[in-house]
């Protein structure tokens, strides 16, 4: 009954290189979230995924950021060109398609550090 | 656009003691308020779920109640241990389509032994 699955856990990256990081869902889950939260502050909203589709992606930067959810494995969330700014834990969520009032599923969260 | 509030930023109390979170939200247009603990370095954990027709919820030493009128929701920890250590989040699922959670910057709890 494995839960969110993030990884890597920790991942290092120097300024200018590309960061991909995985989520797999909660098993039989096809909504899947991403937030980021950065030193001391709240978790922020970046994109709602379904299987194959882009649902909202307000809170995330229109440059660099890209997200997608594939038929078949993980969510990628994915930065190209890295800046010390994005240094943050990214946290993935899911849920199940039945009732919007479902609660949220939280992995584990990927920590980012860009030298 | 929802912004979530929580006060204090940081508290410290001895063991035993009862306190309360709080949290507060501007547009009460939500589906539930959900509260979280996080622990340093780790995920978020779920703690309690109230839907926006519901005033309040129950899960062992913790209780949580919503005035979704005023928008404000505390978080009620009866006779703390140090292992209730942890930042204590409150987020809010706006009604709608949209399913994003909104979240407060949390309350750092201490509990000293």
């Known amino acids: 009954n494995a839960g969110v699955m993030q990884n890597p856990r920790h991942l290092v990256r120097r300024r200018g290189q590309e960061a991909r990081l995985r989520c797999s869902p909660v098993?039989?889950?096809?909504?899947v979230y991403w937030y980021r939260q950065l030193p001391e502050e709240g978790l922020k909203f970046m994109v709602y995924?379904?299987?194959?589709?882009?649902?909202?992606e307000s809170g995330m930067p229109k440059e660099r950021f890209s997200a997608e959810f594939p038929k078949e494995g993980p969510s990628i969330l994915r930065i190209q060109q890295v800046v010390r700014g994005d240094s943050a834990a990214y946290f993935c969520?899911?849920?199940?398609?039945?009732?919007?009032?479902?609660?949220?599923?939280f992995g584990p969260g990927t920590r980012l550090l860009v030298l | 656009k929802q912004e979530v509030t929580q006060i204090p930023a940081a508290l410290s109390v001895p063991e035993g003691e009862n306190l309360v979170l709080n949290c507060s939200f501007t547009d009460s247009a939500i589906y539930n308020l959900q509260w979280f603990r996080q622990d340093p370095g780790k995920g978020l954990t779920s703690l309690l779920l109230?839907?926006?027709?519901?005033r309040e919820q129950t899960s062992g030493r913790l209780n949580a109640s919503l005035d979704k009128s005023s928008g404000r929701s505390t978080l009620y920890i009866a006779a703390s241990q140090p292992g209730d250590s942890a930042t204590y989040l409150c987020?809010?699922?706006?009604?709608?389509?949209?399913?994003?959670?909104?979240f407060g910057s949390g309350t750092q709890l201490t509990v000293l032994p």
């Open positions: 109230i839907q926006s027709s519901q």
């Open positions: 969520a899911s849920s199940p398609d039945r009732v919007i009032q479902e609660t949220q599923y």
């Open positions: 995924l379904q299987k194959e589709n882009i649902i909202d």
């Open positions: 987020a809010v699922k706006a009604s709608g389509s949209a399913r994003q959670l909104t």
């Open positions: 098993k039989g889950h096809s909504h």
